[in-house]
DNA sequence: TTACCTATATATAATAT
DNA sequence: TATATTATATATAGGTA
């Protein structure tokens, strides 16, 4: 974990193998012991070595074996629906890996629509887009102007703003005030940094 | 250990203590499974949660019941001699831990004598320092001296400079070249860097 | 082999959502 | 309660002595 990153695989050089283990054996049990302090819980850890070394255990032989011996007490039942085992451990970390990897593709797809939507409010013909990209663009939108519906709801009736043409924002800035104004206002509206200003001319 | 350094000691805090748990038991978890997949041990771990909570077992708990059962096997003599236990695991880190301790105090007691020599040259009267700390300072010279005329000895006859008595450094950057070589030269002699120019006024 | 160093990768405490 | 974020603290890989 430092000056590279480490695959999760066998180390197959020996000299490399035997020095992550000893470096790693000692850290886990340093956790081991801060996590029983910390938390006040029972928690034992046991490392084999390769070769002719003996285990490492924590806190002692004799604490393991208490509780190793408590865990086979337990029964079966329990033991398969409660525990946490690697198999469930791993699902676990998959199953929320996949969730933040649909999170992040979702993200990802959003913003890239965005960008399509500028770029189509800057000049680039609808024509252009990808089949997908329409769909998307159409789909995001539609969703926009639902919510911003909503929120005009919410605030009932409101002064609309004067119609805003092909207007360059840089302009604007000295253009007339009432412009801004309202502009200022939509932008509230739709709840401000990151959207996209539609003013009036939607789709 | 991120905003904060935690104290070694038990959260009383409900909240925080649960949330500690938590994370650090999928961190421990997370630590088995690379270790044993690295170095292609076998590596268990237990770590019962308070209240109704079942235990956390890695990687299983027949992978765990098999481990300590061997560990039962062990005959007692083992145990106690070759097994690396809380009690043998705590004592070499503070064996280690009182080692650098010794280190790191040794050499602030180099570095504060340095500061006294610096100050002495400087001007500080050698009456304003402790015993200790003149004790110190003469042991250092000492050994500066010694060191000296070994590298003076291993480089064999040497031109001396020409005596520098009370200069400011600084006047010494308008001072004639001689000077300043030979304080070079001396400075080479005593290794450079860190160590302290005496010129030709040892003690 | 052991210890140390240093750049990075990870873990995680406190906090906000 | 769970998750996200962010600033720090730790862990540790690859090198060196």
């Known amino acids: 974990m ?4 480490v695959t999760l695989a066998y180390i197959t050089n020996d000299a490399t193998r035997r020095a992550t283990l000893k470096k790693r054996r000692r850290g886990l049990l340093k956790k081991v012991n801060e996590l029983s302090i910390l938390c006040g819980v029972s928690a034992c850890a046991v490392v084999y070595s390769p070769q002719s070394d003996q285990p490492e255990v924590f806190p002692s032989s004799e604490e393991a074996k208490r509780i190793l011996t408590e865990l086979a007490d337990l029964p079966e039942i329990d033991k398969n629906k409660k525990m946490v085992n690697q198999r469930t451990f791993l699902e676990q970390r998959l199953m929320k890996l996949s969730q933040q990897a649909r999170r992040l ?4 797809k ?4 965005a960008v399509c939507l500028r770029q189509c ?13 329409a769909e998307d663009l159409l789909d995001l939108v539609d969703r926009k102007a639902k919510a911003l519906q909503v929120r005009m709801h919410q605030l009932g009736p409101l002064m609309l703003p004067p119609v805003v043409d092909d207007v360059d924002v840089r302009e604007m800035v000295s253009y007339d005030g009432a412009a801004i104004e ?17 003013a009036n001319r939607f789709i």
Do not use: D, F
Not at 2 to 5: M, S, T
Not at 121 to 133: F, I, N, Q, Y
């Open 121 to 133: 409010l800057a000049g680039r013909s609808v024509e252009s887009l990808s089949k997908e990209e």
């Open 182 to 198: 309202a502009m200022r206002q939509y932008e509230w509206i739709q709840g401000g940094g990151g959207g996209v200003l539609l």
């Open 105 to 108: 593709e979702h993200e990802n």
């Open 110 to 113: 959003e913003l890239s629509t």
């Open 2 to 5: 430092a000056r590279k990153k």
